[in-house]
């Protein structure tokens, strides 16, 4: 008796594992709190220091993603950017924000004037670090959505919940607002499946035009061509949604329009 359980277990294990082997193995998705989140490791770990985890969810809840992508410069890529210390403490990328006025600096005086290093606020990776803001206190009032990180920042942004820094003196150029082209309906592939109906407005918000124009999609209607498998491989819409954005798991947040 004991025989046999024991070959039905090799069995099933046997079982489990070529199944793993033919579909792949499902990885655990990130928790709410560390979706978005870059690990940035290009030279860290050579000069024998942790990465650094940058949380695009309370960067986002305070700054644009043009004026970090756009002003200050960070690629869109994680790690496209290469950024080195010593950029930072020339004020470029990080160092911007992170100079004791915007943000914290690398290096601050405490109460009783003594120098304290903040490098481990940054230099986070695998580390155990007591942060400023606790991401689950901080969206507790946000309101909810399904994936992702589970905040519909939309709705915390037109509620006030957020309040979006666009402008960074000595960084930003003072420009005129650009006039909104209005909602843009894109036909689905899918039979059965709702048409998207784009909000321009909506993404001005965050991205104005710029980190979307032109390097992304192309200026003239319609001369972008692109299917869902390019935004599933990180592409196009694929390049915010899935990454930082909510994912395009949730299909019904940009398939909007009443088939009916």
Known sequence: MKRG???????????????AQTFGVRKRPPKPHEYGNVVINNYSEKNNIAPVVFNHWLHRAKYTCRLCHVDIGFAMQAGGTGIMEDDNKAGLYCGVCHNGKEAFAPEEKDRSGRLKKN????????????FKYDFYEFVKKFPRSRFGNKVDWLKAEERGLVKLKDYIEGVSIRRKPLNIPLDTELQAKE???????????????????????????????????????????????GACHGKVAFPNTDCRLCHTKDVF
Not at 5 to 18: F, G, K, N, P, Q
Not at 215 to 237: A, H, L, P
Request: charge should be negative.
């Open 5 to 19: 359980l024991i070959l039905m277990v090799i069995s099933l294990l046997t079982a489990s594992l070529a199944i």
């Open 119 to 130: 490098c481990d606020l940054c230099h986070s990776y695998g580390r155990e670090v007591e």
């Open 191 to 237: 039979v059965g499946m709702p048409d998207i109906i784009f909000s321009h407005k909506k993404h001005a918000v965050w991205n104005g035009c710029e980190v979307c124009h032109p390097d992304i999609f192309g200026i003239k209607k319609g001369v972008t061509v692109f299917s869902m498998q390019d935004i599933f491989n990180g592409k196009f819409c």
